[in-house]
């Protein structure tokens, strides 16, 4: 079993940044892939980016690309989202999720972390 807690989550305005953290533990050893999602009010829960975890490439889409980077520290069993130029529509609940080789898909996620962008 892999355990992920998210934290860094708040209310922010318009231009401003964030940093999301999400806490890995339990039997990472089997995980091979981290990512970040978020589900805006209303909307379904969409990719914001993942990270190969024993490489450390990373990808962000589209939308969120040149203001918000993912990165890990395998060190410390830690996946960051760093958030950067937030624009309204980047509201929602950011989760992190976990794919490792016993399961298809993302097997694990984490409880969630409100971010709240304001004018």
């Known amino acids: 079993q892999v355990q992920l807690v998210e934290s860094g989550g708040g209310l922010v305005q318009t231009g401003g940044s964030l940093r999301l953290s999400c806490a890995v533990s339990?039997?990472?050893?089997?995980?091979?892939?981290l990512a970040w999602f978020r589900q805006a009010p209303g909307k379904e829960r969409e990719l914001v980016g993942h990270i190969y975890w024993r490489n450390g490439s990373a990808y962000v889409v589209d939308s969120v690309r040149g203001r918000f980077t993912i990165s890990g520290d395998n060190t410390q069993n830690t996946l960051y989202l760093q958030m950067n130029y937030l624009h309204l529509e980047d509201t929602g609940v950011y989760y992190c999720?976990?794919?490792?080789?016993?399961?298809?898909?993302?097997?694990?996620w984490g409880q969630g972390t409100q971010v709240t962008v304001s004018s």
């Open positions: 339990g039997d990472t050893l089997p995980i091979h892939t």
């Open positions: 999720a976990a794919g490792d080789s016993r399961s298809p898909g993302y097997g694990y």
